[in-house]
């Protein structure tokens, strides 16, 4: 089993829809999460971490279920601008991130 | 905003050479990676540096590749002999103390193709 998946998409969504991306990993003594986005051939970029209690920036919501092992990320509002491949990041007992597949979303006009 | 630079931003090479990738950390920051990332497929972890010396490396990080820190503010990644399936987006990253919920900063990468 691979140690975070994600559903590669794409999704393809209208503007100002709301959209949902999940993730699960299979380590269950990792210690931290995140949501990092990636543009087309530039580098990861830190959209949020994710806490216990779930946590909300703006229009972005993330939640953590550890008993699933199930980490999710919702847009809502969807603007052109959060087209991109939202990366699902991992951090297990060490320094090193795993990082998911990537869920490649297309907000249209 | 202080940022994770690279460079250079893209290196084309023979087969076999070595190359030498840069990259300058945030300048407080104390733990050093490099990931690197094959044309469409995910990024992977290589290695990471605290303290001047390696602190966690993957099974990819073997022989051909070293890491060094030659001053105060340069961080290297080299590949001794190139293959051409080091070809990928090789990430420079890093972090303020290596905290478990701290996050890491990536640079903008340098893209190696290796002919």
């Known amino acids: 089993r691979k140690e975070v998946e994600q559903d590669p998409g794409p999704f393809n969504v209208p503007e100002g829809a709301t959209v949902a991306f999940n993730c699960t990993y299979s380590?269950?003594?990792?210690?931290?999460f995140f949501w990092y986005r990636q543009d087309c051939r530039k580098e990861p970029k830190l959209l949020m971490s994710?806490?216990?209690s779930g946590n909300e920036d703006g229009r972005f919501t993330a939640q953590l279920n550890r008993a699933s092992q199930y980490i999710s990320l919702l847009i809502r509002d969807s603007k052109l601008s959060d087209s991109a491949t939202y990366l699902c990041?991992?951090?297990?007992?060490?320094?090193?991130?795993?990082f998911g597949p990537g869920t490649r979303l297309s907000v249209l006009p | 905003e202080p940022e994770v630079t690279q460079t250079p931003s893209h290196q084309v090479t023979q087969m076999g050479q070595e190359v030498i990738l840069r990259c300058v950390p945030i300048?407080?920051?104390?733990?050093f990676y490099w990931y690197r990332q094959i044309l469409g497929q995910k990024v992977e972890f290589l290695v990471s540096?605290?303290?001047?010396?390696?602190?966690?490396k993957s099974e990819i990080f073997d022989d051909q590749f070293s890491v060094e820190r030659p001053d105060g503010s340069n961080f290297t990644l080299k590949i001794r002999s190139t293959k051409l399936e080091d070809s990928a987006m090789y990430f420079c990253?890093?972090?303020?103390?290596?905290?478990?919920?701290?996050?890491?900063?990536f640079g903008p990468g340098t893209r190696l193709l290796v002919l």
């Open positions: 990253a890093s972090s303020p103390t290596g905290g478990s919920q701290e996050t890491q900063y």
């Open positions: 300048s407080n920051h104390l733990y």
């Open positions: 540096f605290y303290n001047n010396e390696i602190s966690e």
């Open positions: 994710v806490y216990s």
């Open positions: 380590n269950s003594a990792s210690q931290s």
């Open positions: 990041v991992v951090k297990n007992y060490g320094q090193n991130f795993v």
